[in-house]
């Protein structure tokens, strides 16, 4: 079995500051691990992933997470927050990588402020 | 093209009601879902379809039943609807069911008065 616990519901932060959304796993097997943002009405879309591998990927706009084994983490990061990344961020985490095995957080609500 | 469509986008409906969903991908996967997104924006998977054929069924009623035409189509259709039903439900596909990457419809949002 595996869970998701995403720290914080609600992260607001200044344009230009660091983005930090936390995100811890649980696993029993090697988790594929992934974050997906969700833009207002819209679906949710893939951000990044990490499989095997280098622990610290890189992902579309600028965001990058850090898979530690020993925290049970992945984080993700953005040096410099964009108004455009206001939004709701999704962890996943799937045993193998598996689609139809994900396990979703429950989310958290970037806010990006002038 | 939009690569997963669902309609319609809202839908708002009385209690007891039967309603349809529908959803198409045009990206040539073989596997698709459908997720309920709830008011506090937990996703939970519902169904899975791979070439059609059914094989993920999460501990949903059997009010809900999900049907599939073709690979590139899964409708979800919805008994009796109850209160408890209102959500945002996704539909998904991915290349196979043992591929990672999932691309999601836009929701339809549910509203059962």
């Known amino acids: 079995a595996q869970s998701v616990t995403q720290l914080g519901s609600h992260v607001s932060v200044s344009e230009g500051a660091l983005v930090l959304l936390r995100c811890n796993y649980s696993?029993?097997?090697?988790?594929?691990l992934f974050w997906y943002v969700q833009y207002p009405n819209q679906g949710l879309q893939l951000l990044l992933k990490y499989t095997t591998g280098a622990t610290l990927v890189k992902g579309i706009n600028g965001f990058e997470a850090e898979f530690k084994k020993s925290e049970t983490s992945f984080h993700l990061t953005k040096p410099s927050a964009h108004m455009s990344d206001a939004a709701e961020y999704f962890c996943?985490?799937?045993?193998?990588?598996?689609?139809?095995?994900?396990?979703f957080g429950t989310g958290t609500r970037l806010q990006v402020t002038l | 093209d939009t690569a997963v469509s669902q309609t319609p986008k809202y839908l708002v409906t009385q209690m007891g009601n039967d309603k349809s969903i529908k959803c198409e991908q045009n990206l040539g996967h073989d596997t698709m879902y459908w997720y309920k997104q709830d008011s506090k924006k937990f996703l939970k998977i519902m169904f899975s379809?791979?070439?059609?054929?059914?094989?993920i069924n999460e501990t949903v009623p059997n009010r809900f039943s999900p049907k599939s035409p073709d690979k590139a189509h899964l409708n979800l259709h919805i008994n009796s609807l109850e209160l408890g039903d209102s959500a945002v439900y996704f539909c998904?596909?991915?290349?196979?069911?043992?591929?990672?990457?999932?691309?999601f419809g836009s929701g339809t949002q549910l509203s059962v008065l």
């Open positions: 996943a985490v799937s045993p193998g990588g598996t689609a139809s095995k994900l396990t």
């Open positions: 998904a596909s991915s290349q196979d069911n043992t591929r990672e990457k999932l691309f």
């Open positions: 696993s029993s097997v090697p988790p594929y």
């Open positions: 379809y791979n070439n059609k054929e059914l094989i």
